[in-house]
């Protein structure tokens, strides 16, 4: 178990009091255009968020071809939330490779208060003294207070708050008093690489809107999901077009990014990071026993690690496969042969 989980163990985080927030009278509760070109030339920041996933990287690309033949170059910033070793090998190494490829800043974030595991643990520390104190308060056995599950899900999503919403805003933060005194809110441009065709509920996403929880009384934030409308071989597509490379988990079969083991994603993307993080796979089996309470819904750590050891009983241990075995399968042999050239040779076409 990691030095995080030690730490967190049977301590519950201090409570902290939140201040009033002010947004600034100047922002709006619509955004004022949805046209790419004036979105980019209103923002005084163009905040890229990357994961280092390949939905990430096509919006990236496809915006930063887009700002450059604007000239705006220098107000792009990539950000990265690292979220420790609970994602893949080399993601941050990564996303900081494809801003040096694209001429762009590049910031780290990372929560402070350790990894999800960390979290998942203290979470759980504190929801079982809250189910306990309020047993007692109603005259119950504490032992058999219900404990709310400590795991985030899709109707708890605090993962993706506390490890890289939190953080980022505490970056847009610093940017804005980069700009010194403008007279008015900084603009930031806050791009994400959310798609419709992932699920149900990104479906519902807009692609542009003004996000008020994220302004104050210095910074007037929008939200564009550039890609939103976005298939599967469009953003294929637009890595090969841009020559950026991918992470190599996309080779090995994952759908997804980020946390190798995400509780929203699928079963098989979740067996085949198990098959290929084991070690990992038993500290989240170790937070299960420890949480009383499985890491995803229906489905346990333990059960996704039978199933991947069952797999590899059956074929044996993954071998690695070739490079660009994900993109081929979009844009074919040929294709990728070329892109994989000039990924090695760090070319770069903005404008193509
Ligand atoms: S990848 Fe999944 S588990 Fe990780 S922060 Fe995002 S939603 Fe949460």
């Not at 795991?151 to 999503?157: M, V």
């Not at 991918?246 to 067996?271: K, P, Q």
Request: glycine share 8%; charged share 30%; aromatic share 6%.
């Amino acid at each position: 178990m990691s030095a995080q989980l030690t730490l967190f163990a049977g301590t519950a985080p201090a409570t902290t009091k939140k201040r009033a927030r002010r947004i600034h009278p100047s922002v709006p509760e619509a955004p004022a255009t949805r046209v790419p070109t004036a979105l980019l030339r209103l923002a005084d920041w163009i905040l890229l968020n990357s994961s280092g996933g390949k939905d990430s990287q096509a919006m990236a690309s496809h915006v930063c071809a887009l700002a450059a033949k604007l000239g705006l170059l220098h107000r792009v910033v990539i950000v990265h939330a690292d979220l420790a070793d609970v994602e893949w090998g080399g993601t941050r190494k990564l996303a900081e490779d494809q801003a040096r490829r694209l001429g762009v800043r590049f910031e780290v974030v990372k929560a402070e208060g350790g990894d999800l595991l960390a979290r998942t643990v203290a979470r759980f520390v504190k929801l079982k003294e809250k189910a306990e104190k309020e047993a007692r308060d109603e005259g119950r056995d504490p032992a058999t207070a219900k404990i709310a599950p400590a795991w985030p899900s899709s109707s708890a999503r605090w993962c993706t708050s506390d490890l890289k919403r939190g953080p980022i805003r505490k970056l847009m933060t610093r940017l804005v008093a980069e700009l010194g005194d403008l007279g008015r809110p900084v603009r930031i441009l806050n791009c994400m690489g959310q798609r419709a065709a992932e699920s149900a509920p990104r479906a519902k996403l807009t692609p542009v809107e003004v996000d008020r929880p994220a302004s104050n009384g210095k910074r007037h934030v929008t939200t564009w999901r550039p890609i939103h409308s976005w298939t599967d071989v469009e953003v294929w597509k637009e890595i090969a077009r841009s020559g950026l490379p991918y992470h190599e988990a996309y080779d090995w079969g994952m759908s997804r990014l980020s946390c190798s083991f995400c509780v929203l994603g699928c079963e098989a993307d979740v067996v085949l990071a198990a098959r290929l993080r084991p070690k990992k796979a038993a500290e989240y089996v170790a937070v299960e026993t420890k949480v009383g309470a499985d890491f995803k819904h229906g489905l346990s750590m333990r059960q996704i690690v039978e199933r991947a050891n069952a797999l590899d009983a059956e074929y044996g241990e993954l071998r690695r496969p070739p490079r660009g075995t994900a993109l081929s399968g979009y844009i074919g042999k040929k294709a990728t042969r070329k892109y994989l050239a000039r990924v090695e040779h760090g070319r770069l076409d903005l404008a193509a």
